[in-house]
């Protein structure tokens, strides 16, 4: 099928064939003539998949006749995060670029009063986020009921965002005959409970399964042995950096994929003082912020991305060449979308995953979603480079347990990490004590987990009488054996 025959405006063709696609991509074949003929669309796809341009090019072809009206927008499109919304508008610009159509984006980080401005001059699209919307929307400078086409991106993340209050409002804000193009790699119940609400007689499209991982991409698995619990981040750090020097120049831009925004943030800190030229992306950064790594990745000044789930989600950087999972994602749906940032519109890519001993039931989550295990392999250099960096002391961790102690007693997590800490310095003396019988005075080795800040007291002999000093020995051995002991029956 050729685009001309889907019945676009002849502008937006040209656009389309400017933006160099030959062949619509199969939600493009399906969706685009249902939404040209008014029809809701249900489109069940994954990023990646052109959706984006699903409903951009016959929204523009419609919106081609017809004015805009002073705060009354005449279509929607709502975006889960920041970003996403933002590529929407550009893919606007790209494909609307022969029509005269006014754009407005109400996203976090963009000031209201230069929003309002283009709002008061009427838009014939906004592009949203739901809690910016309604912001806007509570302030009295907007009105949705001249809303003729509302597009909703990604609903599963809203939902995974607990922004499906706020969408239900927004449908509710909006007047019944409008079409709706709505889009979602996956349908929980709480979705499927929305389209059947406020979506009339949908024609659904479903271009592949949300379990399906393109053939395309190369997928790995790097189990990380981590003996001990305190020390895996230490080790999957290791790892990836181990995975990535084995990529050489074959890496030539890849995304890593952290669990948490902490975790984004310590590697980010750690990747760069190992000197890979790296930014990182998360919910917490600041707007403009985040538009500057995004841009520095997608020109190349930046050759690794650290970012969480929600930052990357539905990103356009069309060529990557790597994806690593840094963590097994807490919902293995997560992993499909996240491989599926390599491996593109035909291309070849590879999708590393880092997996310690305590995420084998999320791996087994994921294999089961995919239907197949994920190949193992066995990574050279990265036993050597993790027993290296236990030994070492991680400048990085250093800092963050400073700044622990420094705040006091700390939140919960800190709490509960400091023990480890200290059970790490403890066993490696205790492991010295008894090859070395002890730290003696003038002994300059250095002491692991301690910073450069050695206590006195620690490197001052007690002295105690003969008697005692045989009974405090005893004892001090049998503690300094009992976390071993424990350590080696854990492994
Ligand atoms: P999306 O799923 O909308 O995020 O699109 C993924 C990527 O595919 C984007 O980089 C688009 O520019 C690209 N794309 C969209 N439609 C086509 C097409 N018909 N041919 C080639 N590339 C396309």
């Known amino acids: 099928m050729k685009f001309s025959e889907l019945g676009l405006d002849p502008k937006v063709l040209q656009a389309v064939e400017e933006a160099g696609y030959e062949t619509p991509t199969p939600i493009q074949a399906q969706a685009i003539p249902h939404a040209l003929q008014g029809r809701d669309v249900l489109g069940i796809a994954q990023t990646g998949t052109g959706k984006t341009a699903s409903f951009t090019l016959p929204m523009i072809s419609h919106l081609a006749s017809g004015r805009a009206r002073a705060r009354l927008p005449r279509s929607l499109i709502l975006a889960p995060t920041r970003e996403l919304a933002a590529q929407v508008s550009e893919n606007f610009e790209t494909y609307g670029k022969y029509h005269k159509l006014s754009m407005a984006l109400l996203i976090g980080g963009v000031s209201f009063a230069e929003q309002d401005r283009i709002i008061d001059r009427g838009v014939d699209v906004l592009i949203a986020t739901p809690g910016r919307l309604i912001d806007h929307f509570e302030r009295g400078k907007l009105m949705l009921t001249g809303i003729e086409i509302m597009v909703v991106d990604e609903a599963d993340r809203m939902l995974d965002m607990g922004f499906i209050e706020d969408l239900e409002r927004i449908f509710k804000l909006t007047p019944f005959t409008r079409q709706t193009l709505f889009f979602s790699a996956t349908m929980p119940p709480e979705i499927t409970r929305l389209t059947n609400e406020f979506l009339s007689n949908p024609v659904r499209v479903e271009v592949e399964k949300p379990a399906t991982t393109a053939e395309t991409i190369d997928q790995r698995l790097c189990e990380v042995p981590a003996a001990r619990r305190d020390r895996t981040d230490r080790e999957k750090r290791a790892a990836l950096r181990a995975l990535i020097k084995q990529e050489g120049d074959v890496l030539t831009n890849g995304i890593i994929f952290c669990n948490r925004k902490r975790d984004v943030s310590i590697l980010y800190k750690s990747l760069t003082s190992h000197g890979f030229s790296c930014g990182a992306l998360h919910g917490d950064l600041d707007q403009s912020v985040r538009m500057q790594v995004l841009a520095g990745f997608k020109n190349d ?191």
Do not use: W
Request: net charge positive; proline share 6%.
């Open 301 to 491: 000044q930046i050759k690794l991305l650290v970012a969480s789930d929600v930052a990357a989600r539905g990103l356009d950087i069309p060529s990557v060449s790597h994806v690593f999972n840094y963590d097994v994602p807490f919902h293995a749906e997560d992993y499909v979308h996240r491989i599926g940032r390599t491996g593109r519109a035909g291309r070849s890519g590879v999708a590393y995953t880092i997996c310690a001993p305590a995420d084998t039931k999320l791996l087994a989550k994921v294999e089961e979603l995919i239907g197949k295990p994920i190949p193992r392999i066995e990574l050279a250099g990265v036993t050597d480079a993790t027993e290296q960096t236990a030994a070492e002391t991680d400048s990085d961790e250093r800092k963050h347990a400073r700044r622990g102690r420094g705040r006091g007693r700390g939140t919960r997590a800190e709490q509960d990490r400091a023990p480890a800490r200290s059970a790490d310095s403890d066993e490696g003396k205790s492991k010295r004590s008894r090859r070395r019988g002890g730290r003696r005075d003038g002994d300059d080795r250095p002491v692991v987990g301690m910073g450069d800040h050695v206590p006195a007291f620690l490197l001052r002999e007690v002295p105690l009488p003969s008697s005692s000093r045989r009974t405090a020995k005893k004892g001090s051995e049998t503690s300094a054996e009992g976390p071993d002991a424990e350590e080696l029956n854990a492994a």
